[in-house]
């Protein structure tokens, strides 16, 4: 991998102010494969200013030129995958197949819908007396995560492109290797100089710079709750918009009517997807009192059926992504059965066979809303079975969360399904297991953050309204 003691500014790979390194490590082995440069203020500062001297040739490109940049962004990312695909599964974990047949795709879907919305999106429209314009927002710090590192860059870069924003990327400093590549991408498909700038390093260092610079017009983050937080008061001061996907604890209701086996096998499934590491993950299992012998005896052969190991092998599972992480899940583990969680499966520590590497077992615990492991966030492979006793009582719980990102129903009525999908407070609700829309919008209720992604509606976010008042007179 090229350039990874470099930042790319001004359509330029150039030398960071500052020589401080961070290990890259690959969580399968503990060990690190590279090194990654650490910038400072000092380097968001170079970057903001390349960003801000391009934005008003990039605001006043055609068109169809900004369509043409796209669909080159995309069709070098597709012959890319293997690369993309290499390096995510060697800095996050994923297992080599899922990140080619799942990371790399989900990421390169959002340049191909954002080409579809442009095929109709109105920037300009006459309501009445006024002519309504939508304009890029300027200039656009990007703060991206870990867990899904080119899926939520280019959720965001593909709008901004679209929108004709320029743009400084901070991608997580624990998953940097994508990001890095996808620079390599910009710049072989013709993003003019300063569109596109990348700086690496961390939060307190890069993400808090680009959070409080002034020439920053807005900063669209993904990451954890108590992170955004952090972003909002120090973006505040400069009254700058700020977009936020952050954590969640999303419920996933089991009506009565639904086919046991196979539901709760697709939700053991879809919790342990990415290892666990999803902000929307269905972690609670809500399902009848009356049927809980059964869905425990289904989700302990689900769980143990998940195959750990080496990510370039078959496995289902890799590790989790980093030593924070892991340490976190286990902690996390701990406190559910010191809590009196009943333990379904799983438990602390790794699977039998994996001495290193920061691999988690499946686990499956049955709580009480109450409980630690109920409520808050754990982001590895952990699933929390809750009793419900009539579907009042389900809504009751699947509410009972400051989080709100997405939130999940299954039944054979799919009227009903959808009628309590619709009094659930979630920015995505799935009913029945559905396949991914990189159509639908993607952000949470509550503390699960502001704004939404995806297509037109992550498009709008970095657009301002004007209003042209006087269009009904000569």
Known sequence: MPNWTQFYIDGQWVTPTSSERLDVADPSTETAFAQVAIGNSDDVDRAVRAARRAFPDFAAFPLAERIALIARIRDLCIARTDDLASAISR???ATLGFARDVHVPAGISHLSEILRVLETFDFERSNGRTRIVKEP???????TPWNWPLNQTLCKIAPALAAGCTMVLKPSERSPASGLILAEIMDEAGTPPGVF????????????AISAHPDIDMVSFTGSTRAGVLVSQTAAPTVKKVTLELGGKSANILLPDVDFPDAVAKAVARCFINNGQSCN???RLLVPQERIDEVLAHARAA????????????????PLANRPQFEKVQQMIEQAVADGATLVCG???RPQGLNCGYYARPT????????????EEVFGPVLTILTYTDIEDAVRIAEDTEYGLAAYV?????EQARQVARRLRAGTVHVNYPARDPAAPFGGYKRSGIGREWGEFGLEDFLETKGIVGYGHA
Do not use: H, W, Y
């Open 197 to 208: 700038n990348l700086v690496n390093g961390d939060g307190p260092g890069v993400g808090s």
């Open 281 to 283: 993950a269905p972690t």
């Open 303 to 318: 769980a143990e059926a998940v195959i750990v190991g080496d990510p370039a092998s078959p496995s289902a599972q890799g």
């Open 137 to 143: 927002i300027g200039v656009c710090g990007l703060i």
């Open 347 to 349: 438990g602390p520590g």
């Open 91 to 93: 800095e996050m974990g």
């Open 410 to 414: 299954s039944g054979r009525d799919i």
């Open 364 to 375: 499956v615990f049955l709580a009480t809303p109450d409980m630690t492991i109920a409520k």
